[in-house]
C-alpha cells in the first residue's frame, strides 16, 4: 500500500474532556487507503515547532469528506502544540503506516480498550457488525467516558470499569473481563497501557480466544529504518511501526 505525504489542514479541533481532543484533518488520500490499527505520522509545520514527528492512530475516516480523525490527550510539548491549532492551521501527515488489524471473520467480538487506546477501536468498530460486537472500557474515573457516546452506534453492550468505582464495575477491565470471555467471544481485540493489553492478552490466551492487540512505541522515522521501535517477539525481534503496531498476543513477548 503506497505512503502518501499530504499538507493538511485542519478541519476541526474539539475537546472531548478536559485533556482530550479530537482533531478532523483534511487528507483524501490517506483517508482513501487507511485500514483499522493503521497509524500516521504527524508534523507541526509551523515556525519554531518540534520537528519531529508523531505516530497516531486513525479513530476515525469519512472517505466522501477526505478527513481522517485523531483523538489525542494533551501530555507533553507536541501534544500541547496540537492542542492550540485551529481550524485552517497546516500540518504535515505521512500514512497511511503499518499493519492494521486483522479482520478475517472474526466472530463474535469483544473490543478492550482503555484511555486514548480506545481511539483505533473507534475506527475498528466503525467496520465490525454491531449485532456481533461489545466493548469493555476502563478509565480512571466517569469523566474520562466521554468514548460511551462514540461507541454507542456501533455497539450492542458497553461494560465499564473505572479504578474509583465512580461508573460501571469497580476496579480495571481485568475486574470484568474472565467473566466476559466465557460468553462466547471468538475474537477480542485490545488497546491501551501495556500492563492491561498484557494482563488481557494472558486471559485470553487462557480460554483459548483469539486475541490482537495493538503495541505503542516511540516511533521516530514509522517506516521501519531506525529501529527506535523494536520489542522482543516470540519468533523474532519485531519492529512495530512495520510489522505492526496491530499483532496477534501469541507474536509478542515484550509489552
Ligand atoms: S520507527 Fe523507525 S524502525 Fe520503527
Redesign the pocket.
Known amino acids: 500500500m503506497p505512503k502518501v505525504l499530504e499538507q493538511s489542514g485542519v478541519v476541526l479541533q474539539k475537546p472531548l474532556d478536559a485533556r482530550t481532543y479530537l482533531l478532523r484533518l483534511n487528507a483524501a488520500q490517506i483517508a482513501e487507503q487507511v485500514v483499522p490499527g493503521q497509524f500516521v505520522h504527524i508534523k507541526l509545520t509551523m515556525p519554531g515547532e518540534a520537528l519531529l514527528r508523531h505516530p497516531f492512530g486513525v479513530a476515525a475516516v469519512d472517505k466522501t469528506q477526505g478527513t481522517i480523525d485523531i483523538i489525542y490527550r494533551v501530555a507533553g510539548e507536541f501534544t500541547r502544540a496540537l492542542a492550540k491549532l485551529t481550524p485552517c492551521d497546516r500540518l504535515s501527515i505521512l500514512g497511511p503506516l503499518g499493519r492494521g488489524f486483522d479482520l478475517a471473520a472474526p466472530g463474535r467480538t469483544l473490543l478492550v480498550g482503555g484511555g486514548t487506546g480506545l481511539a483505533p477501536l473507534l475506527f475498528l468498530v466503525s467496520r465490525l457488525g454491531a449485532e456481533k460486537t461489545d466493548v469493555l472500557m476502563g478509565a480512571r474515573t466517569k469523566e474520562e467516558l466521554f468514548w460511551q457516546k462514540l461507541f454507542r452506534p456501533f455497539v450492542q453492550h458497553i461494560f465499564i470499569t473505572t479504578d474509583d468505582g465512580s461508573l460501571g464495575t469497580h476496579g480495571t477491565v481485568m475486574a470484568l473481563l474472565p467473566s466476559l470471555l466465557t460468553q462466547g467471544y471468538q475474537r477480542v481485540y485490545v488497546c491501551g497501557p501495556s500492563p492491561m493489553m498484557k494482563a488481557v492478552a494472558n486471559a485470553c490466551e487462557a480460554q483459548d480466544v483469539a486475541c490482537q492487540v495493538s503495541l505503542e512505541?516511540?516511533?521516530?522515522?514509522?517506516?521501519?529504518?531506525?529501529?527506535?521501535?523494536?520489542c522482543q517477539g516470540r519468533e523474532k525481534r519485531l519492529?512495530?511501526?512495520?510489522d505492526g503496531p496491530a499483532f496477534w498476543s501469541k507474536e509478542v513477548s515484550e509489552w
Open positions: 512505541r516511540y516511533m521516530a522515522c514509522g517506516m521501519g529504518a531506525c529501529l527506535s521501535c523494536t519492529k512495530v511501526c512495520t
